[in-house]
């Protein structure tokens, strides 16, 4: 059981930037397909970024329009996603999700369905 902690979330004024992390409990983390996803109140959790366990090969939801960058770093064994720009619309809590199958397509990492393992959240709200 791979267990996922996020840390790096809090209040920021629109326009700002915040560095979320995600560390895993298993090694290596370069054997884990990683994800980020959000759920702003009243809203169904949604896709955010992912990267991929082999190539690295990173994708990203629509909204995010080269705000944000997920990357990993496997000496630290842990996911980072970068967020800049940030809008009032990105309050949200933030999740880091992980699964140690490899996958490669969009449609495969942009779904929940992929993800066995979650961290708790971090919350992160965006002030106007």
């Known amino acids: 059981q791979v267990q996922l902690v996020e840390s790096g979330g809090g209040l920021v004024q629109a326009g700002g930037s915040l560095r979320l992390s995600c560390s895993a409990s298993?090694?290596?983390?370069?054997?884990?397909?990683s994800g980020w996803f959000r759920q702003a109140p009243g809203k169904e959790r949604e896709f955010v970024a992912a990267?991929?366990?082999?190539?690295?090969?990173?994708y990203y939801a629509d909204f995010v329009q080269g705000r944000f960058t997920i990357s990993r770093d496997d000496d630290k064994n842990t996911v980072s996603l970068q967020m800049n720009s940030l809008k009032p619309e990105d309050t949200a809590v933030y999740y880091c999700a992980s699964d140690s199958r490899s996958y490669s397509t969009r449609p495969y990492l942009t779904s929940e369905k992929t993800y066995n393992y979650w961290g708790q959240g971090t919350q992160v709200t965006v002030s106007s």
């Open positions: 298993e090694r290596p983390i370069s054997r884990y397909t």
């Open positions: 990267i991929t366990s082999i190539s690295t090969t990173t």
